[in-house]
Nanobody, 124 residues
Framework: QVQLVESGGGSVQAGGSLRLSCAAS????????MGWFRQALGKEREFVAA????????WYADSVKGRFTISRDNAKNTVTLLMRSLAPEDTAVYYC?????????????????WGQGTQVTVSS
């Protein structure tokens, strides 16, 4: 099991930026793929971005591609989501998640460990 704690959420105006961080502890972090998901009020939790343990590839939802960047530091057991050009539709609770299942990085059901979430609010 991996324990995950997100930080860095907050309120920002449209066009602004935020950096979310996720600190992991427990199971060996370097063998775990990490993902970010978000859930807006009244909507399903959706995939945002993912990065495998190697860090050599990244995957993004079409809605955030070119604006968000996921990265990880295996030495520090952290994964970061840099969000730029934020828009009101990015408003949601953002969750960090971990999985050892290969190849299903966009599927929330493949992730076994989740953080508590951090609120991101973007005002117009």
């Amino acid at each position: 099991q991996v324990q995950l704690v997100e930080s860095g959420g907050g309120s920002v105006q449209a066009g602004g930026s935020l950096r979310l961080s996720c600190a992991a502890s427990g199971r060996t972090f370097s063998r775990t793929a990490m993902g970010w998901f978000r859930q807006a009020l009244g909507k399903e939790r959706e995939f945002v971005a993912a990065i495998p343990w190697s860090g050599l590839s990244t995957w993004y939802a079409d809605s955030v591609k070119g604006r968000f960047t996921i990265s990880r530091d295996n030495a520090k057991n952290t994964v970061t989501l840099l969000m730029r050009s934020l828009a009101p539709e990015d408003t949601a609770v953002y969750y960090c998640a971990a999985t050892t299942t290969l190849g299903y990085y966009r599927d929330k059901y493949a992730y076994t460990d989740w953080g508590q979430g951090t609120q991101v609010t973007v005002s117009s």
